[in-house]
């Protein structure tokens, strides 16, 4: 089908199995083709400006191993308009979504309750792909 392909998707998160379990729902129910992922701040800062053209859309957490997904965020304020990136997170509070808005995120969503929310955007962005 055209507009049908699969969201090239990097991730952002350094717990393996929050990783897994996500590029596993992703894959099956949002159309996803994980493209990489990175476990701290410069690992993916790196990938996504390095790799310009080579993905759709970065979900990123906040906490990671080392440095933060602020600096992931700021890294790709100057990707390509149909690039998206997101936020996935455990601390979705009104200050970080002000934030991340900063920083020119395309969304924010909770790990604990935005799963779903998460999964509708990536079908929307894989009907949205040419």
Not at 11 to 24: G, K, Y
Not at 81 to 110: H, M, W
């Amino acid at each position: 089908m055209p507009g049908n392909r699969s969201v090239r998707t990097y991730i952002v998160e350094d717990n393996p199995t929050i990783r897994e379990n996500l590029v596993a729902t992703l894959e099956e129910l949002g159309g996803i083709a994980p493209v990489g992922f990175a476990e701290t701040e410069e690992q993916g800062s790196g990938w996504l400006t390095s790799h310009d053209g080579q993905w759709d859309l970065a979900i990123v957490d906040l906490f990671l191993k080392q440095g933060s997904g602020l600096g992931v965020l700021q890294a790709c304020r100057d990707r390509k308009a149909e690039q998206k990136v997101v936020v996935l997170t455990n601390y979705a509070t009104p200050d970080i979504r002000s934030r991340c808005n900063q920083l020119g995120v395309d969304a924010v969503f909770d790990k604990s309750t935005d799963i779903d929310a998460l999964i509708d955007f990536c079908i929307e962005l894989q009907g949205k792909s040419h």
